[in-house]
């Protein structure tokens, strides 16, 4: 790989992905544009999804999940991480264990609430990438009083 502050460059066949915490941050300054020019009910959705406000209906957005489950949104975010997320090959996805550089053993998918799509993006791909070794306990992101953050881990 050649990189430099204006350009990487990588040798044939290989692929490069925004899904570390990118995402999240492209969620938050597109919703934080949207805030600046006086939107109060929006429901972003950039690979993570975060909500300002209620919905047009009074109640928090209702966002589905891959799993076919559902969770409640309002003034926060929310971030799914899942090695069917991306695939490079059947036995290949895009959760990298980073004591082996190869793809994490997670099954599961991971769901994290939090104040921030970058904060939830970056606490999801953690637990997912760590084969389970990690924990919203362990990441200091489990429910806190008045802190927005909730974290669940559906089962694989």
């Given amino acids: ?13 290989t692929a490069l992905t925004l899904n570390g915490i990118a995402q999240g941050y492209v969620t938050d300054a597109i919703v934080g ?8 009910h929006v429901l972003a959705n950039l690979g993570e999804i ?3 406000g209620l919905a ?11 799993d076919g489950g559902e969770r409640a ?6 971030a799914v991480s899942m090695p069917d997320g991306t695939r490079f090959s059947p036995l290949c996805h895009h959760l990298f264990d980073p004591a082996t ?5 997670s099954p599961c998918l991971v769901v994290v609430q939090a104040e921030t799509a970058t904060e939830a993006d970056a606490i999801s791909t953690a637990i997912a990438a760590s084969g389970g070794k990690l924990s919203a306990s ?4 489990g429910p806190r009083q008045g802190s927005g953050r909730s974290m669940l881990n559906a089962a694989p």
């Fill in 1 to 13: 790989m050649d990189a430099t502050a204006e350009r990487v460059v990588l040798p044939p066949g």
């Fill in 33 to 40: 544009l949207l805030r600046s020019q006086g939107m109060r």
């Fill in 50 to 52: 975060a909500a300002l």
């Fill in 56 to 66: 047009g209906d009074g109640h928090a957005w209702r966002v589905g999940l891959p």
């Fill in 73 to 78: 949104l309002s003034d926060g975010a929310l």
């Fill in 101 to 105: 550089g190869r793809s994490a053993a």
């Fill in 138 to 141: 362990t990441m200091g992101a």
